[in-house]
């Protein structure tokens, strides 16, 4: 006879798994017996239960007493049990039976506390074997038979009290919750006590030793539960997940109590490396892993503990960083104060300070990181580095008021480190922080390439007043070879630079040269009458450019682009064909679009032979393709920086 229909078995069944459950499966029927005799099927639930039969009764030795059984099978005493049960209410009323039963009913409730005694013994052994004896096939033999035989005996009783709570007779059992809470107060019990002895690092203090013990505690148990004791329960009671989630909550409780007090700056980085990087690592391990879902497990600290923690962690790097920076930017001051010249390494002079902050500053935001499990929360300790390289800027201002060449080198090489990790290592820094380190290391840069470049030029003047006058044409190769010769002399001026640093001053020079002899040349100082001036105007600028790309590009100037603009407005000398001229003009002007009108005017105003009506021509020209062409190409800016009047 059917006892309910599915979908009530299926809601005895959701009842079944509130709380901490350890079965899972679904119920699609239960039989009452059809004899007082036969035993509840102990088998898996499946979908579709088979019908019950009496071959666990007849299994039984019936030459051995119940306590006999109880001391060799759990189960077996179990099925007497339920068995004794089953026939003394399998045909009489309750009340019937209290009232001509009632030694039976005192024996048999006294056999069942035996029972449950025996029971909860079994299950509060269950994390006894040690490490050492799991490849003892002996020991874990015993522990897997008396823990299964308890575990079938439970999940046999669990379907016994589906059957009392159906016919609303007897009261439940309830071994699922005394499993569960056994099993809990055991994993309160080891916490207490762990077994196994934390080896310590020196200085480490007691809650730092507590918690490893407990972790350690943990990771054994949990390895034993999933090598040994997953075996001894159906795969459907997740035995596996169910006590990771003990143990969590567990850590998760003490942890909790633990960070209620305030704890010193070491305390709160190991509860905060243990929170986020050691515990989560346990979980990662293979073994583990397969079998545990830890993301269900949630977050070991509640999120305002946390909080707590990453503030007061975050708060002390910030600090740390700080005083570092300080330090370290102070020790540089000293040196120039005292008139020390900056240490030199392979001829290049050099300045320590961003060579020990770097690795710094990258070691702790990666150690935050791994504290924290958060980048975004640990590039906030690498606040502090705008303020000090605000102050590394006036140590730099005060160094060039001085005139300190060496220093001033050195320094630059630094700003070059510092932009190399903003740019490489963005990951470190917050974006806020990355653009603003960046824009007042562009001020530093430029702050050292002029204070390295303007004596440069201050050299060169003399030579640059002869560029495009007369003596230039004239005499061209003697103008322009002291020019080249005052150049060499100068760029010696540059040497003691880091090899980075050098290859971008002598770009900049370079561009700053070309753009110096194109503003002189287009002041119109000479006038080119006719053919042959402006052939030797042609001939001369060629020259000019062939000798200054030669000198620079063997000083390590890769801005091959600079003798192009040279050797195209030679071209625009001696061209004499207006539909030449426009061709040429306009090539040059999509080259460089920050050409201007006034440029081309000073150019064709050179050529003395070109009437205003064929500039006028020349220049409507370019202007038209210009409004035809797509705006917004990338250039190098050259003629922008050429003023003319």
Known sequence: MRVCSTPESLRLNNVLNQGGRWIRGKLKNIRKPSRPQVGVD????????????????????????????????????SLVLINRENQLFGKETDHEVQKCHTEEIERLSAERRALEKKIQQTLQQSLTLRPEEVADEKAVQTLTMALKSAVKAIYQEELQDLQRKQLKSRTPSNWKELHDSTLRDLVESRMDNPSVTPTGQPGQSSIQLDVQGMGRQLKEDLLLVVNVLKSCYPPEANICQFYAWLYHQNLSARLSKIVDFVLDDKDCTFILRW???????????????????????????????????????????????????NNALEEERKKLTKGEQPPTEDGCFTSPLARDVIPIINGMVTVAETVTGSQQKAQRITRQLTDMLQRFKAFQDDIIKQNSKPHVKATLGCVEQFRDILQRKSHLFQADVQE?????LSDMRQSARTCLLSSVHKSLKPQYQKLGTGDWL???KSVFEKLLSSLENSIQDLEGLAPSCYQWVIGDLHLEVTQEYVKRLLRGEVKLKDREHQQRAFDAVMDNAESLHKLFTSMGSQEEWLKEILTNMAE?????????????????GHAYPDLSEKHVSALLKLKSNISKEDRHKVKATLSDTRKESSKGAEFRPFFSKVVVK
């Open 275 to 325: 929170v986020n990087e050691y515990y989560p690592g346990i979980l990662k391990k293979p073994e583990l892993a397969k079998e545990i879902d830890s993301a269900a497990l949630g977050q070991l600290l509640p999120k305002d503990l946390l909080d707590n923690l990453e503030e007061q962690y975050l708060t002390t790097q910030e600090t740390e960083l700080s005083v570092y920076l």
């Open 436 to 440: 603003n380190c960046l824009t007042i």
């Open 474 to 476: 004239k005499k061209k």
């Open 572 to 588: 625009v000398l001696k061209l004499q064909d207006v539909p030449a001229l426009q061709m040429q003009i306009v090539s040059l």
């Open 42 to 77: 102990s088998s898996p639930v499946t979908e579709e239960p088979q019908s019950q039969s009496s071959e666990d009764e007849d299994s039984l030795d019936d030459s051995l007493t119940f306590e006999e059984l109880l001391e060799q099978s759990l189960y077996e005493a």
